[in-house]
């Protein structure tokens, strides 16, 4: 079993930064791909940004200089670092870990833009 546990939601004012965390643990041979999706209400969950191991970064359009996504491959762990959050970035924001073994999700971390 792999498990993925996130930290860093919250609410933040327009303009502000917020920074997100996820630690995967469990049966974890080797991680291909680490990534960061968002689900906002009714709409359908939605790539934020990936990074596979040893690659380079993808990012939505929609979060391009304004997002950072990045991992450890020692520790297993993925950030986004999100700056200048407009209200439109309010979601929930799913950990993503694609292993050989299969997909797996975080619990979800609430991410709340307002004034």
């Known amino acids: 079993q792999v498990q993925l546990v996130e930290s860093g939601g919250g609410l933040v004012q327009p303009g502000g930064s917020l920074r997100l965390s996820c630690a995967a643990s469990g049966s974890i041979f080797r991680i291909a791909v680490m990534g960061w999706y968002r689900q906002a209400p009714g709409k359908q969950r939605e790539l934020v940004a990936a990074i596979p191991r040893g690659g380079s970064a993808t990012y939505a359009d929609f979060v391009k200089g304004r997002f950072t996504i990045s991992n450890d491959n020692t520790k297993n762990t993925v950030s986004l670092q999100m700056n200048n959050l407009k209200p439109e970035d309010t979601a929930v924001y799913y950990c993503?870990?694609?292993?050989?073994?299969?997909?797996?999700w975080g619990q979800g971390t609430q991410v709340t833009v307002s004034s």
């Open positions: 993503n870990v694609a292993l050989i073994t299969g997909n797996y």
